[in-house]
């Protein structure tokens, strides 16, 4: 069964699914967590996305003894819904565990990441419209008794466009989920340079976050939570969103499950 039939038959059997979440969780209660991740894992294949899927699936992945694959999920279930009390616990347990490097972020900056794009843009748009029509009337409304209003209206709309527009930019370069990667092969480093005999600048542990500054294919020219930057290879990381639904090999859909 290719992706586009699993997508296809999920769509039309919305039971299949149900049975299949319920099949991952009773594989998880009877230990077998292999088996566990691979029926979650069919899940995200075929396009089910919630914070309790992703949040069973970074569980799994850390019983069948992947911490830093499990960290990930956890990062993406804050992302579909942030402040999950089940997830929050697990992440905080896995970081005393693995140590790893986070990046950390003030109350604005949350706030500021749980502003979806489109009404930053809309915020920013308008107040520029405002500002366009105001210097439209004042320029060709020479009659107009209120041109010292409308000149202040222009300059207070006109900064706060800016001031959006800034937002906006600063949130799409350095807090969007999709600037980040988490690290999940275990022993990774940062090196000084693309090429696996480098000096290490840093050790990643399993779990770690790292913020993307160029993508070359191979490798990866990342910064680092503590104000370092350094190589690391593609291999050992996976972005933090958007969630890869493609896969090559994966079980076929059994509707008996």
């Known amino acids: 069964m290719s992706v586009e039939d699993l997508r296809t038959a999920f769509r039309a059997d919305r039971e299949a699914v149900r049975r299949v979440y319920d099949a991952a969780n009773r594989a998880f209660e009877n230990k077998n967590y ?42 993406r279930a804050t992302h579909v819904k942030p402040g999950i009390p ?16 986070e990046f950390g972020a003030a109350e604005w900056q949350r706030f500021l990441l749980r502003l979806s794009p489109g009404l930053l843009s809309w915020a920013a748009w308008i107040p520029l419209w405002m500002t366009l029509f105001s210097l439209l009337f004042v320029i060709f409304g020479s009659r107009l008794t209120i041109k010292p209003l409308l000149i202040a209206a222009a300059f207070f709309a006109a900064t706060g466009s800016a001031a959006f527009f800034g937002l906006g930019w600063y949130r799409a370069k350095h807090l969007a989920p999709e600037n980040f990667a988490t690290v999940v092969e ?14 290490p600048v840093v050790s990643l542990p399993e779990g770690s976050e790292i913020r993307v500054i160029q993508d070359t294919g191979p490798w990866i020219y990342a910064s680092i939570p503590g104000d370092v930057v ?12 958007p969630i890869p639904t493609e896969r090559t090999n994966f079980m076929p859909l059994d509707t008996d499950l």
Do not use: C, M
């Open 230 to 241: 350094g190589w690391v290879h593609h291999s050992s990381i996976e972005r933090n969103w």
């Open 34 to 75: 292999g088996e566990a991740v691979d029926l979650y894992q069919l899940l995200v294949t075929g396009e089910q996305a919630s914070d309790s899927l992703y949040l069973n699936l970074g569980t799994a992945h850390f019983r069948n003894g992947s911490p830093g694959v499990a960290a990930l999920w956890f990062r």
């Open 186 to 199: 275990k022993g990774t480093s940062a090196l000084t340079a693309p090429a696996p005999d480098s000096d």
């Open 86 to 101: 089940e997830v929050r616990q697990n992440f905080e347990f896995l970081r005393r565990q693995q140590g790893f490097l």
